[in-house]
């Protein structure tokens, strides 16, 4: 297989058929480090307005660096995976305080900002800088094992380092940037998982897989994910004296680190949910006779089963008994639109209106 072949015709077919992305429109490498963090894990059409207003508010590194955790969250509320906007905040600061807010033309210093990983690092270096950088993600990965033939699980050990091997072959010539982009591109529109839209694509005649007759059965996958449910109870509580507003908690790591939600505990029943709480927030707590009502929230490594209940607190914490909790506020609902809240906060509090 001709490397140029492959190369020039994915960037014949790329500058006659990409889609016309924002990110795509700029050589920005903040604006391009923000779109890639954001696409992570997320759809193309969900992430463009946040991407947008995101830089409309915080143009440049210097300027995220800058601002609040909180603001941040809430800028990001709905997004999802909100580990990403704290490591993208982090970095931030990174960028600032390192390379005087500009982020440099160095596949070693960018690999070194906080939260970045070979992925972002070959998306930045070669679409804002047109440095021979290789990327891989899934629709990369899944691409060059068809196109290939790559017989190990291309997500770890040997096929994940095959996979990279051919991403460092393919990118290495002009244009590395719109190679990268190319070979994205594929995976999303041509080259997808379940029925390869093999007339469509480009490389169909280098395509190892389409001449074995294995582009359905390619990449393997060795290991199936397992997303166990986990049974919480969370409870949305009034504070007396405090009408109309409700008490919540951040927990500053894990999943939904830095956000603001209702308090969960992993209780059996509503009676030890309330024990908890107590013992932890230092204060009388009454629950309301209604019945619990459920929300579940599916995630991608596990499924959540939530019992929420609903009831009163004597008075407002002054303080809380947690290893796991860093902050807790009473505030009204409206509030929250100008603080991190997830999406399965906002099921919680709807569920008990």
Known sequence: MSVKSVRRALLTWYDDNKRDLPWRRTRDPYA??????MLQQTRVETVIPYWEKFLARWPDARALAGAPLD???????????????????????????????SIPADVEAIRAIPGVGAYTTGAIASQAFDMPAALVDGNVARALSRLFAIEEDVKKGKGLARTWKHAEELVKGERPGALNNALMELGA???????????????????????????????????????????????????????????????PEGLFGGMWEPPRVAATDRHAARAELEATLGVSITLDRRPSRKVEHVLTHRHLEIDVVSGHVDRAPTAVSSSTWDAVEVVRPAELAHRGVSTLARKLLAARD
């Open 189 to 251: 529109t041509v080259c997808v998982p379940r029925e390869p839209r093999c007339l469509l694509c480009p490389v169909r005649a280098h395509c190892v897989a389409r001449k074995e007759g294995r582009e359905k059965t390619l990449p393997v996958a060795t290991d199936k994910p397992v997303r166990p449910r986990i049974r919480e109870i969370a409870a949305v509580l009034t504070v007396k004296g405090h009408e109309g507003s409700v008490l919540v908690r951040r927990v």
């Open 71 to 101: 603001d941040v969250l809430a800028a990001w509320s709905g997004l999802g995976y909100y580990r990403r906007a704290r490591l993208l905040h982090k970095g931030a600061q990174h960028v600032a305080e390192a390379h005087s807010g």
């Open 32 to 37: 391009i480090w923000v779109a890639e963090v």
